[in-house]
């Protein structure tokens, strides 16, 4: 298939009919000037010649122009282009010298079509890249019921029910699988190309695509409450928040667009009839062909359209990379991050734990993970579910009296008759049980402390993994001028110090609890106010306070969290602590065309606006100013080819950023 053939695919109904309406007018218009040039046909036929393309090109901004007027919104870009395509006209049909041009009036409205069709076509390549996360849910499900296949709408299913999904077919609800294994294709969430296996007893998330074989799924949410759900909704709203300068952008076409309006009708009648009365000559024509000049020059489209669709297309590029930003705001901060914040568990480290180690100092080792798991059965913390798991027996929850879960301490209970603590030394430390200075510090990885009856038992050591990308994220993050990146840990001193070095993060809190890192986070807002944005990046289980408390939130894989959604400016839909620096850069980039965009704009056409004015200028010159600043604002805005750091990241994770 060939390129053109391909642009040609991609486009909307919408799309290809203007483009067949401007190739109607460009052709027809070379008909007019040809026919006009060799046989210089009298002023109707030449006026009809013209008219005919004109309103093939025309007609939609000249009805829109209508009813906005109808509706009392009379200065828009519409107005303009339509006044000063209809006034060209006039003048050219009055003036029997011939200053006044069809061709000019045909040309201001097919360049200002050729810049919508650029505009449209990029909104929805734009709206392309976010509907591959907008269109990942299913309005029906496969529901399996009394042994028979139920076609039911989605949001009928309740959670437990069990739902087959065929080859080919897109997940639609959150669920476990309980029967079959296949591939699933998780790239419209994550931006990740290489399908990954699942098997009975993984979770699945609505949005994903099976590849290879029949799934049977226990539905675990509500499809309102499913990833593709929650997705949908926060991208619809993304575009609600603007950044700064769209609303500057906004508040300035409100007073501008008038402000040009009347300044074109004052360079109309002010000077001619200055003329008229102080030396009884004035060439009307003149100055009625500079006023429309003026009102072509004016016309604010490519800031009013150029800026909006740089934040556009830039969250377009990050849904595309599996980084949903809930608007054009966070954005703008990406751009001037300044500090980097990160929790360890989950974020930088995989939070997939493993019992390493087990000392006990009172009873056997099975018996202390048999009490310990019991105790942790209440929590959900992946300390707590890696204890659980890692205990080869049935939890009885007959055993288990008084279980509560200690907010970032542990875990207390009556286990078969027996008072367990189980989690930080600071927690058997506030019931008055003395924890061996020997092991305060043990191993390398997250000791839980456990006591039994009042009396220290013994520890059970917990490991994590640095993930893969964690150090080059890091040091993608200096390369970016980040000037500061902190780690965040409830684990002990030692882990976390470990962790740090392995890294190459020299500013470290470990032993933190949930306000802790809140607290903290708000000293360091304090301290470097003047070093840029700060970015707090969390796994999204418990980090909800603190990505509120940021100036940019990031979850990273947190899209199943409601807290995480909730709380954050910015989901990472996987893991990889790479996308943050990918969406610092991206931010820049997007940051660095808007001021490109707006300088180039504002001094093509403030300059043109004072020669026009004063008649230095002519229709052509006037269309460059309004349409060409457009087109190539708009191709501006569409740069995406990454150099660099970019594209060392791009091969790295397997995915383009353009």
């Known amino acids: 298939m060939s390129g053109g053939s391909f642009i040609v695919d991609i486009m909307t109904p919408k799309q290809k009919k ?30 009809l010649l013209f008219l ?20 009392g919104q009379l200065f828009d870009e519409n ?29 201001v409205i097919l360049f200002f079509q050729i810049g919508e069709f650029f505009e449209g076509y990029i909104l929805d390549k734009s709206r392309r890249d976010i509907d591959s996360l907008i269109n990942l849910t299913s309005d029906t499900v496969h529901l399996l019921k009394d042994g028979e296949i139920i076609e039911a709408d989605s949001d009928t299913v309740e959670a437990g029910s069990v739902i087959l999904v065929k080859p080919g077919e897109r997940v639609p609800i959150d669920g476990t699988v309980i029967e079959g294994s296949s591939s699933v294709d998780t790239s419209a969430l994550t931006g990740e190309s290489v399908p990954r296996s699942v098997d009975a007893g993984d979770q699945i998330l609505s949005g994903s695509i099976n590849v290879n074989s029949a799934l049977k799924i226990r539905t675990d949410r509500l499809f309102e409450d499913s990833t593709a759900a929650r997705i949908l909704e926060l991208v619809e709203n993304s575009g609600a928040v603007k950044a700064d300068s769209e609303k500057f952008i906004t508040r300035f076409a409100r007073c501008y667009t008038p402000f040009v309006c009347y300044s074109a009708l004052a360079v109309a009648l002010l000077p001619p009839l200055y003329l008229q009365i102080f030396t009884g000559a004035a060439d009307w024509f003149e100055w ?49 991050t300044g500090t980097v914040v990160m929790d360890k568990t989950g974020t930088l480290t995989e939070g997939c ?18 009490l310990a798991a019991h105790a942790e059965s209440v ?46 030394a600071k927690l058997l430390s506030d019931e008055g049980i003395d924890v061996p200075p020997a092991v305060k510090s043990c191993g390398n990885g997250t000791v839980v402390h456990v006591a039994v009856d009042d009396s220290y038992a013994g ?48 500013q470290i809190y470990s032993g933190l609890l949930p306000q802790d890192k809140v607290e903290i986070v708000g000293k360091l807002i304090k301290d470097g106010s003047s070093s840029g944005s700060l970015v707090f990046a969390g796994d999204g289980l418990n980090d909800a306070p603190v990505l509120t408390v940021a100036d940019v939130g990031i979850a990273m894989g947190g899209i199943g969290s409601d807290a995480a959604v909730e709380a954050a400016d910015v989901v990472v839909m996987d893991d990889n602590p790479l996308k943050i620096p990918r969406a610092v850069m991206i931010a820049r980039r997007c940051m660095r065309i808007n001021y490109e965009n707006i300088w180039f704009a504002l001094g093509v056409k403030f300059s043109c606006l004072i020669f026009g004015a004063a008649g230095f200028t002519s229709m052509w010159l006037a269309i460059f100013a309004d349409v060409g ?24 994770t397997a995915v383009n950023v353009k």
């Open 629 to 652: 600043v457009l087109i190539l604002v708009i191709l501006n805005a569409l740069r995406g080819a990454w150099s660099g750091t970019a594209e060392k990241l791009s091969r790295r």
């Open 79 to 107: 107005f303009l282009m339509g006044a000063a395509s209809l006034g060209a006209f006039l003048l050219a049909y009055l003036d029997p010298d011939g200053r006044g041009d069809y061709l000019e009036a045909v040309a």
């Open 288 to 336: 009625f062909y500079r006023a429309l000049t003026f009102l072509v020059i004016s016309c604010p489209c490519a800031l009013v359209i150029g800026i909006p669709l740089t934040f556009f297309a830039s969250i377009g590029r990050c849904s595309r990379n599996g980084i949903l930003v809930k608007g054009a705001v966070f954005l703008e901060k990406l751009a001037r």
């Open 459 to 506: 520890t059970i050591t917990i490991s994590d993994r640095i993930r893969d990308t964690s150090a080059e994220a890091v040091q993608l993050m200096k390369s970016l001028g980040i000037s500061r990146i902190v780690m965040l840990t409830g684990d002990n001193a030692q882990v976390a110090e470990a962790v740090g070095g392995e890294l190459g993060i020299a």
């Open 379 to 424: 929590s959900t913390h992946p300390v707590a579910v890696s204890i659980v798991k890692a205990f080869a027996g049935r939890i009885d929850p007959s055993l288990l009296r008084d279980a509560g879960e200690i907010h970032g301490r542990g875990v207390r209970a009556l286990v078969d008759g027996r008072k367990i603590l189980a989690g930080s």
């Open 353 to 370: 734990f493993e019992v390493s180690g087990i000392v006990s100092s009172r009873m056997e080792q099975h018996e202390l993970l048999r």
């Open 18 to 47: 203007l483009m067949l309406r401007i190739i109607a007018g460009v052709v027809l218009t070379a008909v007019s000037a040809t026919v006009c040039r060799c046989l210089e046909p009298p002023q109707p036929v030449r006026l």
């Open 52 to 71: 005919i393309p004109y309103l093939i090109v025309a007609w939609d901004i000249l009805v829109k122009s209508y009813k906005n007027i109808k509706k």
